[in-house]
């Protein structure tokens, strides 16, 4: 066998030499993330704040706009109502 490699126990396989540091995927623990996922969250969820403002900034031009117009027609029909009168 080569130096650095060793023998499983319980398969008998042999495996290549792990680098130093190195923690399987499984044993990591839940606490321990890495930057970029962290990053990547940050990211996620600015642009669904984002997204929430710009809708409720156009729902609430749209709702302007909206009553303004009514206003709008209200006086038009007062004003019109009062010039069929004195005619």
Do not use: C, N, W
């Amino acid at each position: 066998m080569r130096r650095g490699y060793h023998k499983s126990k319980s398969s008998g396989r042999i495996s290549p030499p792990r680098a130093a540091g190195f923690i399987p995927r499984g044993a990591r623990s839940v606490t321990q993330h890495r930057p970029a996922t962290v990053l990547v969250m940050v990211v996620a969820i600015l642009v669904m704040l984002f997204v929430i403002g710009v809708t409720f900034l156009s729902t609430v031009t749209f709702e302007s706009q909206a009553i303004d117009g009514a206003k709008r027609a209200q006086k038009q029909t007062g004003v019109i109502k009062a010039l069929s009168r004195e005619v």
